[in-house]
């Protein structure tokens, strides 16, 4: 039996939707990430979650995830890096409909563990609102596109400089 060998391509996943108001967070870090054209990157944009992020992930040794979050703890434009580890007390058993992210990667991790990343980290930007219909964010989710893309990128070239 041979082992499969995961790609070495960090892949960035900027998750949220584009006509919800700060939602598009996510998804505008990573477009703004994809501009860049770095070397050994591939971005996605996407309007997932639950386990349709497992296929994403699967084959690729490092991951980052851009999106939004809604804590209420911090201000909004607040840019949190995350380990999958700090979502464990959210790891529930739901209906397929209803996984988090990290119940998904600890089901990917379960059924396809030679397939799953090394490692996952989360760049969530604080939101004040993802329930207004709109393509324009509010100011201070704005404002921290810099800090998240930046997030993002600082991440990307840790994970090159340990290859």
């Keep these: 039996m041979s082992v499969r060998r995961l790609s070495d391509t960090v892949l ?28 050994d990157v ?5 309007a997932i979650g639950g386990l349709d992020i497992i296929p994403m992930i699967r084959g690729y040794r ?39 992210l990290a119940t998904a990667m600890r089901i990917g991790r379960q059924l396809e563990p030679d397939m799953m990343p090394e490692t996952v980290r989360f760049v ?23 800090d998240a893309v930046r997030a993002v990128v600082n991440i990307i070239e840790e994970f090159q400089r340990s290859i």
């Design 42 to 46: 591939d971005v996605l944009q996407e």
């Design 12 to 39: 960035v996943i900027g998750l949220g939707s584009p006509i919800m108001t700060d939602d598009a967070i996510g998804l505008r870090a990573a477009e703004a990430v994809e501009r860049m054209m770095l070397t």
């Design 62 to 100: 490092n991951v980052v995830i851009v999106d939004a979050i809604k804590t209420c703890v911090y201000e909004p434009g607040t840019v949190i890096l995350f380990n999958p580890e700090d979502f464990e007390p959210t790891v529930a058993n739901a209906s397929a409909h209803e996984f988090n």
């Design 124 to 146: 969530a930007i604080e939101v004040s609102d993802i329930m207004t219909v709109g393509e324009t964010m509010t100011e201070a989710v704005e404002n921290a596109l810099p």
